[in-house]
């Protein structure tokens, strides 16, 4: 069978102050009027039941996911004790299908991610889901880029692998780093690269088997891991598994290292929303290109994001390329090229403990 792996566990910090510690960037209505988590379940529903969805997230995000789906309860939840980033994360998803299903196929999703047309990314997953299910393969999606985007990583195309359904799968190359703006042009205008999305197909055994040989040692403790599954004793050995284990993406532990990696590439609408400037490409703007949300008022102001949470009128008179963001007893005023610093000012805000309460 199917089954559909969401990855909820990140903080969300670029979207503070409305994303803080209790309610992350995924279980914000960012894009719609739904949660973005809601939209990721709802986006593959024709394909994967929501029975088949397991959600990896930390442990104090249980409730929270529980409250805003209703279909949902602690068997489609897979709790994190400390987050290890996603090779761990994927790992651990795969023992337990595997446990229960072993010829499983996992659909790898983040929580966080705007597509659309959600019609053609499903011909896309069914595609690779075939793929998955006859061949061991690693099934990367890459997106053929609108942009030359310096914020994502990039997969280089290799030789045509082969046409499925009407899917195109090329070999991979190579993996790139996020570029700087100039190598970032030269791949967009080359087309020979697709940005790495982060959504991944393969079958629970590939996977493990990839985990086994690429990093031996993840490979040994999630196997340790599997026996307890299922008893007494399984949280425990959850909790030194993550003890254990260092924390690493399934890019660099697996991915850049397998020899049975494809990508499939995906002429689809991607962003990872990864911060408040990404509101720009998706939200309405005016006529002075102000993406405006909630009860503003605004007079010479261009080039402005201003994002209001809360009752009463968030005014701008006289600016520009700012983003103002109102939400609850926080207001944040950041210039749209400093955003991406937003990290700094939180750390400066936890090391007081003052202000460590605001994230």
Not at 145 to 158: A, F
Not at 326 to 338: D, E, G, M, P, Y
Not at 351 to 356: H, I, L, M, S
Request: a negative charge; charged letters at 25%; one cysteine or more.
């Amino acid at each position: 069978m199917v089954y559909g792996v969401i990855m909820a566990g990140g903080k969300g910090e670029r979207f503070w102050p409305l994303s803080r510690a209790e309610r992350p960037k995924q279980f914000l209505a960012l894009t719609s009027d739904k949660t973005m988590l809601v939209e990721t379940i709802e986006r593959v529903r024709p394909l994967i039941p929501e029975d088949n969805i397991r959600i990896v997230t930390g442990q104090s995000m249980t409730r929270l996911i529980l409250d805003n789906n209703s279909n949902l309860s602690n068997k489609h939840i897979l709790t994190e004790p400390i987050g290890r980033n996603t090779c761990l994360a994927i790992g651990l998803a795969a023992i337990h299908l595997i446990q229960t299903d072993p010829k499983a196929v996992m659909v790898v999703l983040s929580a966080d991610h705007l597509i659309r047309p959600a019609e053609k990314l499903l011909d896309i997953l069914t595609d690779s889901a075939a793929l998955a299910q006859a061949e061991d393969k690693l099934i990367t999606i890459g997106i053929v880029p609108t942009r030359p985007e310096t914020g994502y990583g990039y997969i280089r195309l290799g030789e045509l692998y082969k046409n499925q359904g009407d899917s195109v799968i090329y070999q991979v190359a190579a993996f790139v780093e996020k570029p700087k703006a100039p190598l970032a042009q030269e791949y967009y205008f080359s087309r020979k690269y697709l940005w790495n999305s982060g959504m991944f197909i393969w079958s629970a055994n590939s996977i493990l088997n990839a985990i086994n040989q690429c990093q031996p040692e993840i490979g040994n403790l999630l196997s340790t891991y599997a026996k307890h599954v299922g008893t007494p004793n399984e949280e425990q050995a959850r909790t030194e598994l993550y003890d254990k284990t260092m924390s690493i993406s399934i890019d660099y532990a697996v991915l850049e290292k397998a020899n049975n990696v494809v990508v499939m590439k995906a002429d689809i609408i991607w962003d990872d929303i990864g911060s408040w400037t990404a509101l720009e490409r998706y939200k309405d703007q005016d006529s002075d290109n102000n993406v405006l949300i909630g009860e503003t008022a605004t007079v010479e102001t261009y080039e402005t994001t201003v994002y209001n949470d809360e009752e009463g009128i968030v005014a701008t008179l006289g600016v520009s390329d700012l983003v103002v963001v109102r939400s609850a007893n926080i207001t944040l005023v950041a210039h749209k090229t400093k955003i991406g610093q937003i990290k700094e000012l939180l750390a400066k805000l936890n090391a007081d403990e003052k202000t460590r309460s605001y994230l």
